[in-house]
């Protein structure tokens, strides 16, 4: 199968790149599950952007710097801050109706979260997908395994995947990773299933440079409740005045600190609670509707229960290495997203960076290759693509995977224990694709963690 422009991957990142590009040629989009089963759909929050004359571009870049431990790349981090806005403005002229008042979130030293309820990402995700149907110049493909990248000469044209019972290769001018981040290499995750490092997998094989995969955001307020994907609990609840306490009912870390801060604090407690019992009921339910719904379902009234919580793995802060133009090392391959390391978030997420970021950076790709675009010959390689779909043992063996990094390479990172893990991670096999993905972006982690010899941004380190 053979498109202009190929994009794998249908959250905010590749539907926004894809409704783009679709003014330049043909776009193929290929999704693992349905459209909607993304990351996207599930963020709360909202998106950082900087709008009222009592805010500015210096302080909402000082603040991504604070919250990244200074490990950010500057120059990729002033473009997300200058063009933050016109992504918000791009989703207003989809559809996105967003609140007007704005959020306050961790880390940020002024109010300018733009959000629909507490359902932000759902309300977009549907909005993309709504225009992306009614385009002509789009098809997308669902249950499309992507499997490897298609390169040759340092040049990328396509990529293998399994669809429909068998092995296809799509071929295309421009490719464009948008595949999030790996969340499911953990036990306790906010990321849906899906999230198994496909993307990152396929770039470690074919040789795509990497950075800052050691840097694993955890969220620090995940509801304590068995759910899987993880229930969060939106940042913005504790801009509005939902307190953290322990099982004494003290007070123990400042709440609107950064979020690693804010998981480690929590990491120490034996058991932590966000308590918004003194906020009026009506006010909740109006301010956090489908939160308050959610936890009212399990047994939890927000504004009568101090909600058990824990911090979980969230967001993968490196990635795919890409210039301010998403480009990657290999040529015609782009990468945005969670799946990419802009360099924008350092060692830790400022809270609603990253549906800014993948707008930006979409519209960032789409702008380089209109400047540059011509059709040329392409040249592929067809190597022999196996898929192997996942059994018992596989089942296991990511349990395995799953539990042992969530236990010894999370907040706090013991060096003993990582090396030990690591090398029985080598001695496994999996059968299954997706299994072989996560094991591989794992040991990646644990590798690179194991020279991170500092504490930094998301991780407590025990040498």
Do not use: W
Request: proline residues 2%; hydrophobic residues 40%.
């Amino acid at each position: 199968m053979q498109t202009d422009f190929l994009i794998i991957g249908s959250g905010i990142a590749g539907l926004s790149a894809a409704l783009k590009l679709s003014t330049l040629g043909e776009v193929m989009v290929l999704t693992k599950g349905e459209i909607d089963q993304t990351s996207t759909a599930l963020a709360q929050g909202g998106i950082a952007a900087v709008s009222q004359k009592q805010d500015s571009f210096k302080k909402h870049f000082a603040d991504t710097l604070k919250a990244g431990d200074f490990l950010n790349k500057k120059s990729s981090t002033l473009f997300l801050v200058k063009n933050a806005f016109k992504a918000v403005q791009f989703l207003k002229e989809i559809g996105v109706k967003f609140n007007k008042s704005l959020h306050l979130e961790g880390g940020h030293s002024k109010k300018r979260i733009f959000h629909v309820d507490d359902k932000t990402g759902f309300f977009i995700e549907k909005k993309l997908i709504e225009k992306v149907k009614k385009n002509k110049n789009i098809k997308v493909l669902h249950h499309c395994f992507v499997i490897d990248l298609l390169y040759k000469n340092n040049c990328c044209n396509g990529v293998s995947a399994f669809y429909q019972g068998k092995i296809i290769n799509f071929l295309a001018q421009k490719i464009i990773l948008a595949t999030g981040g790996g969340g499911q290499i953990f036990a306790k995750t906010t990321a849906p299933l899906s999230c198994t490092g496909d993307g990152l997998a396929m770039a470690l094989r074919a040789k795509v440079k990497v950075s800052h995969l050691e840097f694993i955001q955890f969220h620090p307020t995940a509801f304590d409740f068995p759910l899987k994907p993880v229930f969060l609990l939106s940042e913005a609840l504790r801009g509005e005045g939902a307190l953290l306490i322990n099982e004494k009912g003290e007070r123990f870390t400042y709440e609107l600190d950064s979020r690693d801060k804010v998981s480690q604090a929590i990491f120490k407690q034996k058991k932590a609670f966000l308590d918004f019992t003194h906020e009026n009921k009506s006010k909740l339910q109006e301010k956090f509707p489908a939160i308050f719904k959610k936890l009212l379902q399990k047994g939890f009234d927000l504004s009568k229960d101090k909600i058990p919580i824990i911090p979980v793995a969230h967001f993968f802060c490196g990635g795919i290495v890409v210039d301010i133009y998403g480009q990657t090392n290999l040529k015609n391959l782009f990468a945005v997203g969670e799946v990419a390391c802009t360099g924008v978030h350092g060692a830790n997420r400022l809270a609603s960076n990253s549906l800014c970021e993948a707008v930006v950076f979409a519209e960032s790709i789409y702008q380089t290759i209109k400047n540059n675009f011509k059709k040329e010959k392409l040249e592929i390689d067809f190597p022999i693509t196996k898929f192997h779909p996942e059994n018992s043992l596989d089942q296991k063996i990511r349990q395995e995977i799953q539990l042992k990094m969530s236990r010894f390479c999370s907040i706090v990172r013991d060096f003993n224990k990582m090396k030990k893990i690591l090398k029985e991670f080598e001695a496994l096999h999996p059968q299954g694709t997706e299994t072989s993905n996560i094991l591989q972006v794992a040991k990646e982690v644990l590798r690179v963690a194991l020279k991170r010899k500092k504490s930094a941004g998301c991780h407590f380190v025990i040498s």
